[in-house]
């Protein structure tokens, strides 16, 4: 009887531990084409993937100024060689 109470408590805390750990997954959904996505909680807009991955902006449009600053950049990297 003591034994199938512990298994039974035991399952119980590993259930309630794995259902908890569940939020702290990386998300990977909701990404525009260039990788990124509005951060509804914290505000801002942020990218997972592509050129500016791991970067944060104020504002998407933020965002596309950089990157086009980004290739310009490396357009005229690549006609100087």
């Given at each position: ?18 259902l ?20 509804r909680?914290?505000g801002?807009?942020?990218c ?34």
């Open positions: 009887m003591l034994l199938t109470r512990l298994a039974f408590w035991l399952s119980i805390g590993f259930f309630l531990s794995f908890i750990a569940l939020p702290a997954y990386p998300h990977g959904g909701g990404l525009d084409a260039y990788g990124c996505h509005h951060d909680k914290a801002g807009y942020h997972h993937r592509g050129p500016l991955a791991g970067q944060s902006f104020e504002s998407k449009e933020e965002m596309l100024k950089k990157l086009a600053k980004q290739k310009t950049n490396s357009e005229s990297n690549t006609k100087e060689k």
